[in-house]
């Protein structure tokens, strides 16, 4: 499985950028997969930014981009989206998409932790001018 983000850039404070993974590799099916994106700024830490169930029922964002993000997913086209609104300074950073793998339509606070996901992409770079 590889995954490959892309739509990072240069942009200004309150502006907007969409993100996209797009996965594929061999009997792959994004479908399979609780999908997360997550954020890494200079530093040791990543962090969690939303993650969505197989399905796309369900949706789960950090309180600091709630209501600023929304993330989503077309399953047709093995592709998972991040449309980010209203973007601060803080927003900057290295931003990843991530695959869990499981069996059924998972809900709960496995989505929240980086070691609970099984694939990773290498990252886009978003950057916010003040």
């Known amino acids: 499985v590889q995954l490959q983000a892309s739509g990072g850039g240069l942009v200004q404070a309150g502006g907007s950028l969409r993100l996209s993974c797009t996965l594929s590799g061999r009997y792959s099916s994004l479908s399979s997969y609780t999908m997360g994106w997550f954020r890494q700024a200079p530093g040791p830490e990543r962090e969690f930014v939303g993650a969505i169930s197989r399905s796309g029922a369900t949706t789960y964002y950090a309180d600091s981009v709630k209501g600023r993000f929304t993330i989503s997913r077309d399953n047709s086209k093995n592709t998972l989206y991040l449309q980010m609104n209203t973007l601060k300074p803080e927003d900057t950073a290295v931003y990843s998409c991530?695959?869990?793998?499981?069996?059924?339509?998972?809900?709960?606070?496995?989505?929240?932790?980086?070691?609970?996901?099984?694939?990773w992409g290498q990252g886009t770079l978003v950057t916010v001018s003040s």
């Open positions: 991530a695959a869990k793998r499981d069996a059924s339509d998972y809900r709960g606070s496995d989505v929240y932790s980086t070691e609970k996901y099984d694939y």
